[in-house]
């Protein structure tokens, strides 16, 4: 992995050879997980495993301080921010990080690391993306500061060099950033090294900004075939600057073909603000893009993500952004609210200059423009809202038509504000709302579907004073709801189960149970979330869903009278009797935790509702094996093929709930040379025989050294399981025997030195073979 890694990923060659080095020595020292997580750090980071990353580098940072390896301390910290201000952007929650990493560079026992300039350059990054222009000045100067001290001939030069560019960019010097990128450029290629990809494109958007289009097009083109610093994004950014280059050209439906779709973006924060850009420029040179409520919607999506990571450049220039594309599209309300959202972004930038005449620029288009056509008079409006098609009304239309009558009309208040909250606009629906039913009216007199609305409201838009206001004025069984509606958003099960009880004891009924139910089980306890469900089953209100929850909860504690009953009550043919549902149905698919943080798929037996016993060995480590039977939410996370055929070899996914009880197998590995087809079906049928799960985990390209020739042979690597009542040394022999007549021979390490017979002969084939 590391030898792969260090062809392409910017960092000092010095570096991954230290690197291979320090994971040498945590094998040796026993912490071979650590020593396979290092490795994948960086490939968590630029492949957008963050899942991982978020839990494996802090993990390695903690052990680095607890080990005292400062280096490698510095290698997680990096990798893990740079998976937070890369691909996902972050701006300000990041500086703190940023700012401590790059003082940890300079201590005296890591200054002399190869990757130590990689501090001044995560910093930058993170300025950057929390306000370019306003952190030009002490980018320039950090970033110059650490150039002064490297050279073309390390890997680091590229990298500062890029973000330098940005920086001059940034300054309002893109001739400067031109100039600069260019004699970049020529050092690297005096060093005998070629240019990033990103330096390329650093020069580009130099020249773009610098007016010279048609230059920027010829350098993107120059660059194409540089290595990239980040191979996994390089696809999407390099099509992106195209597609801008292309419609600041006016070559407007080039641009089109080149912009990535949204599906393509949509996860990458990174490109939002400048695909959004590019879509605008596209719009009103005329070209062929949808300028729709649905891409409104996103925009402003966007712009609360980029609120909430302290990105507050992207976020003000997304708002114009997207103001300008509602004014296209006639949705006049949106833009004066995104002219607002603009204004506020101002407060989070350090350099604001002429930036408050663009945001009165698109209050003026707003005010310009002209209001779409209502669909009908305005006393019948709510009548054609009702009668139109889901499918295909325009919600950002129905906004503004019913604007005049929102707050003074309840049945236009109700329609109008929960669509400003579906559109991304909770914060606008709920000041509404409150005074139509808090302020100008007794909230008591309110029926529960307008407390219901306009409590949702209060939540999403993070009011949570005025729920707890609201709450104070209403009836008891009201005023639990909405405060147990409260606790669960924000995650306070102890305080939702109270609430929930007491509005369950005044009434509360259907909602009251689930929302008590579900606190309940949050807390863990199984059995009582059950028990307050199972009157709802008894009284006929319960749909199938709770249904569902009383199987899983009832099956995690082995409340096998209940399952029964329940699922007797779906129509389900169950085996009555008394004790464990333990019946054969259909493989499944169980998805599982793993202890990185990614989720692991695992081929399984269904046994029951909501049961499933794994059928494949696991790696040790994990928590769970082969043999193992596990609670599973019987909610198909894929939806079931409609063709038939299809249906036939479809293996339906289910999320794993809980472990039900351990089967007590344990995994041994397995490594070498692949053997003939013959030898391989000889050797699953001994296992099978024996009712030894068996797995292979390498696939077609994996290769181990022929030790005479030092040809590369295919090989195989997997795990067996076997039960507690077979001892290891069982497993033992029956390998020696089916293996001993093989070309090349299979080695079992662990369960040789576990056994305590021929581990010198396991670890010398290890050895020989390049296990």
């Known amino acids: ?157 590229a990298g500062l060099a890029t973000q330098y560019v940005l920086a001059l960019v940034d300054a309002g010097q893109a001739a400067e950033g031109v100039a600069y990128a260019e004699a970049a450029v020529e050092r690297l290629r005096g060093a005998g090294r070629e240019a990033s990809w990103e330096l390329g494109a650093a020069s580009a958007r130099a020249l773009l900004a610098a007016g010279r289009p048609g ?30 280059v292309l419609a600041t050209l006016d070559r407007t439906q080039e641009a089109v073909e080149a912009l990535p779709d949204l599906d393509v973006v949509g996860d990458h924060p990174r490109e939002w603000a400048e ?41 003000f220039e997304l708002a114009l952004t997207a103001g300008h594309l509602a004014v296209a599209r006639q949705g006049l309300w949106q833009a004066r609210l995104l002219a607002d959202e603009a204004e506020a972004a101002l407060a989070g930038l350090r350099a604001t200059e002429g930036l408050t005449d663009r945001v009165a620029e698109l209050r003026a288009a707003a005010g310009a ?52 909250g579906f559109l991304g606009y909770p914060g606008v629906g709920a000041d509404i709302y409150w005074k139509a039913l808090a302020e ?84 863990g306890d199984n059995a009582k979330a059950a028990e307050i469900l199972k009157p709802l089953l008894e009284t006929g209100e319960a749909e199938e869903e709770d249904v569902w929850r009383v199987i899983v909860m009832s099956t995690a504690v082995e409340d096998w009278a209940t399952v029964r009953a329940a699922a007797t009550g779906l129509g389900m043919p169950i085996e009555q009797g008394e004790g464990p549902i333990e019946e054969e149905w259909h493989l499944v698919r169980v998805i599982l935790p793993a202890p990185d943080g990614s989720q692991r798929e695992v081929l399984a037996v269904r046994t029951g509702p909501a049961t499933a016993r794994l059928a494949i060995p696991q790696p040790r480590g994990m928590e769970y094996n082969a043999g193992d039977v596990v609670v599973i939410d019987p909610r198909p996370l894929e939806p079931i093929p409609e063709g038939e055929e299809e249906r036939e070899s479809f293996v339906i996914p289910f999320a794993g709930v809980t472990m039900l009880r351990p089967g007590g197998y344990t995994s041994w590995f397995f490594d070498g040379a692949a053997p003939s087809e013959d030898e391989w079906t000889e050797f699953n049928e001994v296992l099978a025989e024996r009712g030894w799960p068996m797995w292979v985990y390498s696939d077609e390209n994996y290769r181990v050294t022929h030790p005479a020739s030092g040809e590369q042979l295919p090989g195989v690597f997997g795990w067996i399981a076997i039960p507690p009542a077979v001892r290891p040394a069982d497993l033992d022999a029956v390998l020696d025997d089916i293996t001993e007549q093989w070309s090349h021979p299979l080695a079992w390490l662990d369960l040789a030195r576990e056994v305590g017979i021929e581990a010198e002969r396991h670890e010398r084939i290890s050895k020989e073979y390049g296990l």
């Not at 070209?287 to 609360?304: K, Y």
């Not at 499918?391 to 604007?403: I, K």
């Not at 008591?444 to 306009?454: H, I, K, Q, S, V």
């Open 1 to 157: 992995m590391v030898g792969d890694l260090a062809h392409w990923l910017p960092m000092d060659v010095d570096i991954w050879a230290w690197v291979g080095g320090t994971q040498r020595e945590l094998h040796e020292a026993g912490n071979t997980g650590l020593a396979m997580a290092l490795g994948d750090v960086p490939a968590q980071a630029l492949e957008g495993r963050f899942a991982q990353l978020d839990v494996v580098a802090p993990a390695i940072t903690q052990h680095a301080e607890s080990l005292e390896k400062p280096w490698l301390e510095l290698f997680a910290r990096y990798w893990h921010l740079l998976g937070r201000v890369g691909d996902r952007a972050m701006g300000g929650v990041a500086l703190d990080d940023a700012a401590s990493l790059a003082e940890f560079a300079e201590r005296g026992d890591v200054a002399e690391c190869p990757a130590a300039p990689g501090g001044v350059e995560i910093l930058a990054v993170t300025q950057a993306n929390t306000d370019g222009p306003g952190y030009a000045a002490a980018r320039l100067s950090s970033l110059g500061a650490a150039l002064d001290g490297v050279g073309p001939d390390s890997l680091a030069f």
């Open 215 to 244: 230059d920027a097009l010829t350098a993107l083109d120059a660059s194409t075939g540089f290595k990239p610093d980040d191979p996994v994004a390089k696809g999407r950014r390099e099509a992106l600057l195209r597609s801008l």
């Open 275 to 315: 695909w959004a850009r590019t879509v605008r420029v596209l719009v009103e040179s005329g070209g062929s893009i949808a300028n729709s409520w649905q891409l409104g919607r996103i925009l402003r999506q966007w712009m609360t993500y980029f609120e909430t990571m302290g990105g507050h450049r992207a976020r």
């Open 369 to 420: 423009a002209k209001e779409a056509p209502q669909p009908g008079p305005r006393d019948e409006l709510v009548a054609y809202f009702d009668a139109a098609d889901g499918s295909t009304a325009d919600p950002e239309r129905w906004v503004g038509w019913l604007w005049p009558l929102s707050g003074a009309d309840l049945e236009a208040t109700r329609r109008h504000t929960t669509t400003l």
């Open 440 to 523: 100008d009216a007794d909230p008591a007199a309110a029926g529960e579907e307008d407390l219901a609305y306009l409590t949702g409201l209060l939540i999403e838009a993070r009011q949570d004073e005025r729920v707890e206001s609201l709450a104070a004025r209403l009836p008891e069984t009201a005023s639990h709801l909405a405060l147990a509606r409260l606790h669960r958003a924000r995650e306070r099960w102890e305080q939702t189960a109270a609430e929930a009880e007491l509005a369950v004891a005044n009434g509360g009924g259907l909602e009251g149970r689930r929302l008590w139910s579900g606190a309940v089980q949050q807390l």
